[in-house]
């Protein structure tokens, strides 16, 4: 008898008393493992996330998670041959196995990534501007995001046991909350498996992973109205999670991922000979053929133009034939198996039911023509083309998960994405298509009934990630039948785990609550010019204020001639009199703000190491030759960056005219050295 899988419980690793049912290899049917979570304290494991994982978690700012992320991936990365290796049991070939492993790993990059560029060295996000809530500038408000105290409970597919759990764990982790991961039984040995990689490289605080190897029951109970649920999976399971008490009434946040009749949309301005056409098929047999089509982005409709359907057809067959199903250990081999058994009956049903609309134009939904394995123990099916019969429902209403697709015809643009919307709502659909007045109608058309739309040509198609390819920088998620739930999208998806809290105070509480300086808030002028102060001993709120400079009219004559923006505002003075915003001679705005930067800037050498952006500039107050000009330089926040000798300041500037006036308002983005002088150059 094989091993049992073990679950990693508040602590330790917790193996069942009981025997467990077998997971068995799909293509040899040999036994893998055994699962079975009999006796597994879940209660225990919701505390230890809440009492151990969450605090420690939440005790980092989002640069350190990001840096235990990024540390994460690269050790995955170097243990990812053990992952290969064992993947093959699920079925998958090897390019099925670099889509999970790979696609994984690359998603703890990305979120890596983004969590340092694109969120604050801080515990605290600020959500959109400052609200100025009354005229005298003392009571305003602002959006923050702040970790919820709660546990991310994520219970996942059996078709991506590595790329499911660490998508969803990354940016729950960079959000602050533990996750305890549920993987689907039949593919449990290979997530059990980088779960004991992760654990044994201590990279991760105690308590903020937690693995249920078999059943969940009882989970549930355990969590309160901090707490979330993911799930991906089936519309049946979905709904029984959305039926929970806890769900109904009890707060607990649920994230539904389920049933998705995804669609191709051949364009009608697509012909035979055009590399669209090619392009669609290709496509087309991708997404049946990857991981054997168990994809929630798998295209289960192809809606072509009634005169095309004949080609379309004819090319499939032509590409599928080609497509050689068998056990995934030999190289030969470009499909694999269903996941088991069970599975491959469910297809089977799937198309039977599908059949009543339909016929089989390509393949044998009872057999496969195979390069190597046994059709009786292993788990394998050919690929399957249907084509609908005129006014058929069922390929709207059933979804074969595996490699079935089925062609369907249109008339127009209209009708195509009204059978689109026929799906009830899908994660991705995509338009082949080279026409600019289709591409629009159809995504217009298709985007309220799905979470992502790819439109394909010759110009992108050499960069193109594909129909199926979810990616960590866009949402994944699907309205109605799709689950209504929503997933990545980069920081999009750190901020879904997260509570958004209006926060209303005076400028001066508002900047010790946030962290960053508030416009009205206190300006600190130590007498030391800011410039010559390192990164740890600037302070939030130090600020110059400069003498003031008189703008001439030979300044902006001098401006348009070296810079050759000689635009009649500036320099002629007739027309510039007839403008109704100027009524004279104006200088140029980015005069103003080089103006401004001589204003400011100390220029010797010191702990500025360099300019690396303006954010947020606007031109309020037009200046005319003789108004006298002077700058308000504020540090605003500043950003440590993790493992290097500088940080980012971010300053906010204000430059002002002789009556007190706002003429520009921007912020200036500066690397500053830690400590003076530096020890590394910096890297913008």
Partial sequence: MSALLESYAAGRWFRAADDGQPLLDAATGEEVARISSRGLDVAAMVR??????????????????????????????????????????????????????????????????????????????????????GKGGTFVGQHVYTSRPGVAVQINAFNFPVWGMLEKLAPAFLAGLPSIVKPGSQTAYLTELAVRLIIESGILPEGTLQLVAGGAGGLLDELTIQDSVAFTGSAHTAGVLRRHPNVLDGGVLLGVEADSLNCS????????????????????????????????????????????????????????????????????????????????????????????????????????????????????????????????????????????????????????????????????????????????????????????????????????????????????????????????????????????????????????????????????DSGVHPFRKSLAELRVGDTIASAPRTVTLADVEH????????????????AAARNPLFGGIVAHGYLVVSLAAGLFV???????????????????????????????????????????DYGEVRWDAVVSNQDGQAVATYDVLTLVAKTWPATSAPEV
Wanted: one cysteine or more.
């Fill in 48 to 133: 230890h996330a809440r009492d151990i994982g969450g605090p420690a978690l939440r005790s980092l700012t989002f640069h350190e998670r990001a840096a235990l992320l990024k540390a994460l991936a690269k050790h995955l990365l170097a243990r990812k041959e053990e992952l290969y290796a064992l993947s093959v049991r699920t079925g998958a070939t090897s390019r099925d196995t670099m889509i999970d492993v790979d696609g994984g790993i690359g998603t703890l990059f990305s979120y890596a990534s983004k969590g340092v560029r694109e969120l604050p060295n801080d515990t605290v996000f600020l959500d959109g501007g400052l609200e100025r809530l």
């Fill in 265 to 524: 949309i051949l364009g009608p301005d697509v012909l035979p000979d055009d590399p669209e056409f090619d392009l669609f098929v290709k496509g087309v047999v991708t997404e049946m053929t990857v991981k054997a089509g168990q994809k929630c982005t798998a295209i289960r409709r192809v809606l072509v133009p009634e005169a095309m359907a004949d080609q379309v057809v004819d090319a499939l067959t032509a590409r599928l034939a080609k497509v050689t199903v068998g056990d995934p250990r030999n190289p030969d081999v470009r499909m694999g198996p269903l996941a088991g058994l069970a599975q491959r009956d469910e297809v089977r049903k799937a198309v039977e039911a599908l059949t009543a609309g339909t016929e089989v134009v390509f393949g044998d939904p009872e057999g496969a023509a195979l390069l190597d394995g046994d059709p009786e123990r292993g788990a394998f099916m050919t690929p399957l083309v249907l084509r609908a019969r005129p006014g058929a429902g069922e390929p709207h209403d059933v979804e074969p998960f595996g490699p079935v697709s089925t062609v369907l015809t249109y008339d127009d643009v209209e009708s195509a994405v009204a059978l689109a919307a026929r799906g009830k709502g899908s994660l991705v659909a995509s338009v082949v298509t080279h026409d600019p007045q289709v591409a629009r109608s159809v995504v217009l058309g298709l985007a309220p009934w799905h979470g992502r739309v790819l439109v394909l040509d010759r110009d992108d198609a050499g960069e193109s990630t594909g129909h199926g390819s979810p990616l960590p920088v866009l949402v994944h998620g699907g309205p109605g039948r799709a689950g209504s739930g929503e997933e990545l999208g980069g920081i999009r998806g750190v901020l879904h785990h997260m509570q958004r809290t209006a926060v209303q105070a005076s400028p001066d509480l508002l900047t010790a609550i946030t962290g960053r300086w508030t416009t009205g808030a206190a300006r600190v």
């Fill in 559 to 574: 401006f348009a001639e070296f810079t050759g923006d000689t635009f009649y505002a500036h320099t002629d003075a007739a």
């Fill in 602 to 644: 100390d220029p010797a050498p010191g702990p500025v190491l360099a300019n690396f952006g303006v954010d947020g500039l606007r031109f309020l107050t037009p200046v005319k030759p003789g108004d006298a000009i002077d700058v308000a330089l504020t540090v605003k926040q500043i950003t440590p960056r993790g493992g290097a």
